[in-house]
DNA sequence: TTGAAAGCGGTACCAG
DNA sequence: CTGGTACCGCTTTCAA
């Protein structure tokens, strides 16, 4: 009979949950009816609607969220992975930059009804196959990332933070490097600087290669002699030892643009350990979304990267892309900022 | 006919996506063997399986996950919210303890083959009712939290970080606070505390509550003078006024035992302008997970609250039940760990 | 106003 | 070795 209990699982099963037709029953309705009672919807009398509404609340009756998405046709969830930033599947959370897209990225999925996924950084097509997903946000993907042509290829809409241009199904948001990195050395050579040394990650990350041209051609274009020194890896301790590095120098450069993400009171110490004074001494900005950069003493100059409205924005255009079902790649450039504080500020 | 486009949606719809019968239609094959051959189930020939794989392949043809799910009964998702960390509904992340507990809660999930969703702070009921999820990770519930009443009435087992005991389908693990706080104390006092501050947020939080008392009970014992500062919010611009008020003390202390988290370079910055050399004028010891705190000069005592470790056990705790389908509560108490570094080992 | 029945897209019995 | 068919639990025509 249909009534039995279901599935003759390999578990107890205790309490087989109730079903809209388990309530169905015990009200002397349809299921039919029920549904309508429950979800407000169809023409019945008052009465009807309570009765049924009122067996269900007695059963604790809660309706089968597959069952219903099945029906429905979408889930309302969306992929998240971060790629590229590699230490271990997980660590990205615990950079200022990403804790800022993730919980953008979930803000702004939730207010328009969906919810995020985590996915692993290094998730095979396996691993979210059964994951019954609308549309996917993968940040810093590499070039021809598999995960992006698996998304791509199960028709999955996906949002990236790296432009790609006229790819079914790909939008994306960016930032201009160029104009970021080109304003910052701008700013600390109007505060005085004639030789600014930099320090960044030696990463494929296009962050890092696209930043490094650009100061280069920054310093061509002037005569200046560039000054880089490249960590291995991002972090605070690689980037101390390449601010020692850079300070040790016989001709130290005279101001400080730190990309590599490191704690901004931690590379204030580093500094003075070599006896400078900022911003006297040493102008310094860092790219950091480490709150605590505005808190030390000075407070720190930062080149914020914006990670919320590359967030927001991101996940405003897949939304769109989603729910018109439009396929075709959108994409929008975002602002970085440059918060100007007291280490590059002098007088 | 059954073949004509589904669903007369209100979107274009451009390719209605392949489904199973499509690829069986085309390979000539029934639905049964087409599942089969994909799924490596069942007893094909060779030639027949082949062919299906390839005809799926040649179609693009990618399962409709809500379909299985429904059919397997499970979605193998775990929903995750952290309660009570309210500044705003996803701040916790910028958090260092909170970014160790979620990313480790997904890394464990992920090894069992779940994958997490991350739900709202404040989220109602009909934020996750759509949701299939198969069992929920709430962290810091409040007390009688109505989110965690809506798990347990939906039979959707969770596991939290407080302590609850025999509430079917809750299971938790905790840490024992007082335990934690005395041994920070015995050890300051061993290097040679007399006067003991205690910065803390005023907090509902259960975890300032039982330190604050256990703090009292520790000083009682001994006669000590407690000398407490609450700020009214944890974070660093208020834990460094509350510092501040005590060193300014004309009495005062000769160690600082700081509860609300802080970043740990910037605590130090503050007990400086005092004119304090650490450990020799003050000894220090934070509650952080902040991997900056052992980078510092000297580095800085911590007192860890095991985040990762929490999140394990709680997450294998939860799955353990999942899997057995046993309803009953389960939990263990995790052990903090002392880090001791150089603000509060003199000589 | 109510309910029977047809799906949503797969999977897994069996019978052939 | 293969395929018909029932079924997962719900929603939604559509007919009564």
Redesign the interface.
């Known amino acids: 009979m249909s009534t039995s209990p279901r ?1 003759s ?1 390999r ?5 087989p ?1 109730i079903r809209l037709v388990d309530v169905a029953r015990e009200a002397g309705l349809s299921k039919t009816t029920v549904s309508a009672a429950l979800n407000g919807t169809g023409r019945l009398s008052d009465a009807v609607r309570l009765h049924a509404q009122e067996t269900a609340r007695r059963l ?1 009756y ?9 029906r429905a ?1 979408h ?3 969306i992929g998240y992975a971060v790629r590229e930033y590699v230490a271990t ?3 990205y ?2 950079s ?1 930059y990403y ?2 897209v ?3 990225t ?2 702004t999925a ?1 207010t328009h009804g969906y ?6 950084t290094h998730s095979a097509r396996d ?7 609308d549309a996917a946000v993968v940040a810093d993907p590499e070039t021809d990332d598999p995960l992006v042509e698996d998304f791509l ?3 999955i809409p996906i949002v990236s933070d790296r432009r790609v241009e006229g790819v079914p199904g790909a939008h994306w948001v960016d930032i201009d490097h160029e104009a970021a990195v080109r304003g910052v050395l701008d700013h600390l050579e109007a505060g005085g600087a004639r030789r600014i040394g930099l320090v960044a990650a030696l990463s494929t990350s296009l962050f890092y290669v696209r930043a490094l041209e650009a100061y280069h051609a920054w310093c061509a274009e002037r005569g200046m002699r560039p000054l880089v020194d490249l960590t291995r890896m991002p972090g ?2 690689e980037t ?1 030892g390449a601010i020692d590095r850079l300070l040790d120098l016989p001709d130290p450069p005279d101001a400080l643009f730190v990309l590599s993400e490191a ?1 901004p ?2 590379i204030l ?1 580093t500094v003075r ?1 070599h006896g400078l004074r900022l911003p006297d001494d040493l102008l310094l900005v860092c790219v950091s979304e480490d ?2 950069a505005a ?3 000075p407070p720190v100059t930062t080149l914020s990267l914006c990670p919320v409205e590359i967030a927001t924005v991101g996940v405003e255009l897949l939304i769109e892309a989603l729910e ?2 439009d ?1 075709t790649s959108t994409g929008r450039i975002v602002e970085t900022r440059l918060e100007v504080r007291g280490t590059s500020r002098r007088g």
């Open positions: 599935g699982g578990r107890p099963a205790p309490v949950r604790g809660r309706p089968n969220a597959t069952a219903r998405l099945l046709g889930a309302r969830l599947p997980w660590s959370m615990e200022p804790a800022q993730t919980s953008a979930a803000q939730l919810a995020l996924v985590l996915l692993p691993e979210w196959a059964d994951l019954p997903l290829a199960a028709r605070n301790h101390r704690s009171p931690l110490e350990r709150p605590t808190q030390t003493d018109s079902g396929r």
